[in-house]
């Protein structure tokens, strides 16, 4: 009987880490587990060495797909799970060998239809992120209340991990009764929608104070530091989607709020500096200022008009929001000229 599936999306990973992340969920402490691996057409020789475990390892499964994102790459492997429970793993990180073990004794425990658990970041230094100080059996309604709020508007790596796919295990049977699945049209932020779906409809709702899992911080591979020409799509389509979940679930006005600052906070800290404003922007100044000023006279200047929670922006953060709001053009000529002499002289991160 398989207590535990593990689905692993695959794609575009280096070997020696593919392998560190494999070998941790073949040496966990509980054997009744079933590990799918889901090739998602990578061109690289990730999908032979799924092949090769495979032979290896009973109970290793492989799925080859061509490339169509993580959404469908997650979709297909719970398709294909068996276990009471499910969990992700992303192809670049690593399990402690305990993991499954005591997140099925603890889920099992409380009637967990979510269980959440600790994680370790692996960058410049390693740091244990505890959400909370204690074990949480069950969480109350308040409880359940603040993990929607932080999914609407997540700040930092400890909401990460509440908004992320894999510090959590599910209960197969939940989703399956629920029908939640990946949004595959979703580009950024899909596992955001995920969870909020889940966290809405799940009943027992868990946390185990543990760190299990280590997640891997590639910095020269980080979505901040890299250009996205088509960066206000993605952003724009992921605050329609959950604005959707929660009209949907009828509590649209009750998080309004926090949706505005959400989406004036993509606006600044994404949208701006990695699609306009960004120094690999092809794009001569003229054109990028001419964008820039259709993008604010565009419906998604209606945000900057909009109220939201003043406590979570920075004080340039707040003058940006002015600058936007009546589109002050000029201003992001200068903030364009500051960042490609940093970008030369090697210094650039905004």
Known sequence: MILITIIIPVYKIKEADFRTCIESVRNQTLDAIEIILVDDGSPDDCPHICDDYAKKDRRIQVIHQKNQGVSTARNRGLQAASGQFV???DADDWCEPELCEKVFEY??????DILIF???QEARWTKCYHIWPSNIPLFTKAQKERLIEICILPRNFNDGIIIS????????EFILQNSILYNPKILLGEDNLFNLECLLKATNISYLNKCFYHYRQQ??????NRYHP????????LINHLSQILYKNKINEKYELLLSTRAIALVLEYVLPQEFLHPDNPKPLKQILKEISLF???????????SYLPQYFSLSKKIGIILCRHQIIWSFRLIWLKWIIQKKAGMWRY
């Open 87 to 89: 969990t992700f793993v």
């Open 118 to 120: 600790s994680a370790i």
């Open 107 to 112: 889920a099992t425990k409380n009637n967990s």
């Open 230 to 237: 088509k960066f206000h799509k993605d952003t724009d389509s």
């Open 165 to 172: 796919t894999w510090s959590k295990v599910y209960k197969r």
């Open 219 to 224: 910095n020269e591979n980080q979505t901040t």
């Open 296 to 306: 604010l006279q565009s419906p998604h200047s209606n945000i900057f008009c909009k």
